[in-house]
Nanobody, 119 residues
């Protein structure tokens, strides 16, 4: 099992900033990627950004130019710096971990953290 603990969500005004963090722990043998996804009411969950063990990263269209994803290897923590937030960024944000554990599962999700952008 892999446990993902997310933090950093909240209410922010348009144009504001937030930083989300996700700490991974548990029976980790190796990892393939960690990422942030979001889901707004009535919409499908979508990729925000993810980072691969190779060092490469992928940004969703919504994140390009405004969000930065990073990972602290020593702390096994994933961060998402979100700048210039817009009302359409309002959603529940979920951390995802994919990799190798000592069990049958290879994909884990955090419980989600709410981001609300409103004046």
């Amino acid at each position: 099992q892999v446990q993902l603990v997310e933090s950093g969500g909240g209410l922010v005004q348009p144009g504001g900033t937030l930083k989300l963090s996700c700490a991974a722990s548990g029976a980790i043998v190796g990892w393939h990627y960690m990422g942030w996804y979001r889901q707004a009411p009535g919409k499908q969950r979508e990729l925000v950004a993810r980072v691969f063990s190779s060092g490469s990263s992928e940004l969703g269209d919504s994140a390009k130019g405004r969000f930065t994803i990073s990972r602290d290897s020593a702390k096994n923590t994933l961060s998402l710096q979100m700048n210039d937030l817009k009302p359409e960024d309002t959603a529940a944000y979920y951390c995802k971990w994919v990799g190798l554990t000592n069990g049958p599962r290879y994909e884990f999700w955090g419980q989600g953290t709410q981001v609300t952008v409103s004046s």
